[in-house]
């Protein structure tokens, strides 16, 4: 079988952003078994009008659009059981859920340009930290170090990256 790339193009964006999207429906929804056929709708939705997909938007924001969409179908589908919130609460919470989002993805932006303007050795400590599963005491062994020293280092490191986003996400807020 022969997969257009169109098709593929879906696949890897979809794949790329169903698990944000799985919880995007879960907030929404009162049970799993509701998300998963949520989801499954909403995948449908998308794979039927993704020639009308434009690639200069993020694929996360049009994709909660018709899983809104879909939500609110399956609320209607399925009035004989009780419901938990109005459509207008669950509206609210889609429109909360995708500014949350976006706010997270603008931190994410800010704390990856802030972790490229550290010094190399502050940059190398936060890699070996927390890009493995290295504990502080067994990072500390292996690289000679006392692990409160370790410690303190990353809190001032922390510190710092934190400051940076702040005044990354408020310089970009102003300008």
């Known amino acids: 079988m022969k997969i257009s790339p169109q098709n593929e193009q879906f696949v890897r964006l979809y794949a790329r952003d169903e698990g944000r ?9 009162p049970s799993t078994a509701d998300v998963d056929d949520v989801l499954q709708e909403t995948a449908i939705a998308l794979m039927r009008k993704f020639e009308q997909y434009d690639d200069e938007q993020p694929f996360f924001n049009w994709a909660c659009r018709f899983a809104l969409y879909e939500v609110l179908q399956h609320r209607k589908r399925s009035n004989t059981r009780r419901r938990h919130f109005s459509d207008e609460v669950v509206e609210a919470i889609a429109a909360e859920y995708q500014q949350h989002q976006q706010q997270s993805e603008e931190r994410k932006k800010a704390l990856a340009d802030c972790l490229h303007k550290l010094d190399s050795q502050d940059r190398r400590l936060v890699e070996l930290r927390y890009f493995s599963e290295e504990t502080i005491d067994s990072l500390a062994q292996r690289i ?32």
Do not use: D, M, Q
């Not at 280092?153 to 990256?161: D, E, F, P, Q, V």
């Open 144 to 175: 000679g170090e006392p692990a409160a020293k370790l410690y303190r280092s990353l809190a001032r490191i922390r510190y710092a990256l934190a400051l940076c986003v702040r005044e990354t996400i408020a310089a970009e807020a102003t300008s």
């Open 21 to 29: 999207l799985r919880r995007y429906v879960a907030s929404l929804v």
